[in-house]
């Protein structure tokens, strides 16, 4: 009786050790992550005496770290983002769980998206000269011509700006359409994106998900895409008067044009960085090795994105002042590196933004600026312990920038079609996203993500 019991108790005692060994080997080589963290967040949802974690707590009692898997760790980084507005936790800016967040960001993307076709659609319209074909502005756009009689009163009042006498005398209704319904199209679609934020903002109002931060930012977006109509309007109402001398063309003050277009970037990328944060609150960080690393990148990358968007705008007074017809050789700009003109204008300050030649030789810097700066910052972060997602980014925003100055120098040996003058505008609104996209990811984490992180990301063994 007593030798049964005995050999009863060692069985017992070599099934917990055979547990306790299967447990460890199946643990061996995940990544390490302090428990405080990760017992503060799951008793949230769940209480002390049911929760997983606490068990396995109190069964490595005495230990200073504990093993978790890797889908556990992801699990509570997830549950932190959904749970928290602590003073340390992350501040998310859509309320009402997953579903919301995916709604909301949707739509944001959607709403960038439809901006990215305006500017595309604006650069159409200049490209065409159709921009200065309707005379009068209506804040709610009105009909378009329906009738041959309404179609000669629109064409009547055309033949009374600048541009028909000088530049279109002669033409005939037919080809009047034409223009007129470029930039009719073009201001519809306009008020078209004023509908489509709206709607959707009042209903996400409505329905609690939006938070007084995410909802103050976008009331400020909002107005300033309703600002951007007047600015349309106070650009083209400066192509319907005299020009200076009777021999210039008619066309927009590139003061005015440029504002435009910067502003429309402006709400472009307040709407993209918007939509990024509501479905990526926490940037990709695996390790604290990664995090220092990003922020290495983010110092770097932050005065190439302002040159881009120097470069950007510069372009907008290229399109103004018709300077890509000036010089359509490259290298060179004619037979000289530098113009002999560049100075004529006085005083100096106007030559930057007025003369021709000055214009064009200052985005044809710019734009190798720009090229040059994203290659060393690719070359300076080569080397560096970053996330992947961030390397592969990088390294796509040294071909996008490749392809946007050959899609410049292309448009510029072919005397400026609409075909590769509006692929290049569409170049640089994507070249300004993949600044935008690095920018948002390798922002700082949280202070509860950073918490939760190793040192250095561990592989399997």
């Given amino acids: 009786m007593f030798q049964s019991r005995v050999f009863a108790s060692i069985l017992k005692r070599n099934k917990g050790a055979s547990i306790i060994n299967n447990a460890i080997t199946n643990l061996r080589g995940t990544k390490i992550t302090p428990f405080s963290h990760l017992r503060d967040i799951h008793q949230q949802q769940n209480p002390p005496s049911r929760s997983f974690l606490y068990g396995f707590k109190s069964l490595s009692k005495g230990h200073n770290c504990q093993y ?24 998310l800016l859509v309320k009402g769980g997953p ?33 200065l074909s309707m005379t009068d502005w209506k804040f709610t756009g009105g009909l378009p011509p329906l009738s041959n009689e309404d179609w000669l009163i629109e064409f009547e009042k055309y033949k009374q700006s600048p541009e028909y006498k000088i530049v279109n005398k002669g033409m005939n209704v037919e080809d009047f359409k034409f223009i007129y319904w470029m930039e009719y199209a073009h201001r519809m679609w306009g008020r078209g994106l004023g509908i489509i934020f709206a709607l959707p903002f009042s209903w996400f109002l409505r329905k609690g998900y939006v938070t007084v931060r995410l909802g103050a930012k976008l009331c400020g977006l909002f107005a ?87 470069t950007a705008v510069s372009g907008a007074f290229v399109a103004g002042n018709d300077a890509g017809h000036a010089f359509n050789t490259f290298p060179k700009m004619g037979d000289t590196w530098i113009p002999d003109d560049i100075f004529d204008l006085k005083p100096v300050i106007r030559n930057f933004f007025e003369n021709t030649s000055t ?17 060393a910052l690719w070359w300076f972060t080569r080397k560096l312990d970053i996330h992947p997602a961030v390397k592969s980014l990088i390294g796509a925003t040294v071909g996008m920038a490749t392809l946007q100055v ?9 005397y400026v079609p609409v075909s590769l003058g509006t692929a290049h505008q569409a170049g640089a609104l994507t070249l300004l996203t993949f600044m935008i996209l690095l920018n948002h990811t390798v922002r700082k984490p949280s202070a509860s993500l950073l918490k939760s992180l190793p040192q250095v990301v561990k592989t399997a063994m």
Avoid: C, N
């Fill in 406 to 414: 050959s899609l410049g120098i292309s448009t510029l040996l072919s």
């Fill in 224 to 310: 300033l895409g309703a600002g951007q109509g007047l600015i349309g309007w106070w650009m083209v109402k400066s192509g319907l008067e005299e020009p200076a001398s009777e021999y210039a063309q008619p066309r927009v003050s590139p003061y005015r044009l440029a504002a435009h277009l910067t502003s429309a970037f402006v709400i472009y990328s307040g709407l993209f960085w918007t939509a990024l944060s509501v479905v990526m609150p926490e940037p990709p960080a695996e390790s604290l090795a990664w995090v220092r690393g990003a922020a290495k990148v983010k110092r770097l990358a932050l005065p190439v994105s302002l040159i881009v968007g120097v």
């Fill in 68 to 91: 978790v898997p890797s889908s556990t760790r992801k699990m509570s980084t997830v549950a932190a983002s959904v749970g928290s507005e602590s003073k340390e936790g992350l501040r």
């Fill in 99 to 131: 579903k919301a967040q995916k709604m909301v960001g949707i739509w944001l993307f959607g709403s960038a998206a439809w901006v990215f076709s305006m500017v595309i659609l604006g650069g159409v319209t200049r490209l065409t000269r159709s921009g």
């Fill in 359 to 375: 214009v064009q030789l200052d985005h044809r810097i710019l734009a190798i600026t720009s090229l040059t700066s994203i290659g």
